[in-house]
């Protein structure tokens, strides 16, 4: 059986979370790592800065679901 650290590189070599790697459900979604990880750095962030990014962020997430119910 791989160590965990051996299990935590091969996951960090396919773009995945160490959960989805060893998880038997089907229904779990592959996590974007890149994602992931900026969204560590937003949560370091001054919260002024945070609360800044969290609204363009959820800007963007607004405006992508009112072209997608117009279109």
Known sequence: ???????KMIA?????SLDYLVS???????V???MLNRMREIQ?????DKTTVI???DA????TKTKK???
């Open 32 to 34: 974007d790592v890149d």
């Open 24 to 30: 038997e459900d089907d229904s779990l979604e592959v």
């Open 55 to 57: 609204k363009i962020i």
């Open 69 to 71: 119910a117009y279109a």
């Open 1 to 7: 059986m791989p160590s965990v650290e051996n299990a």
């Open 44 to 48: 370091r962030l001054a919260e002024d």
């Open 12 to 16: 960090k070599v396919l773009g995945v």
């Open 60 to 63: 963007f997430i607004r405006d």
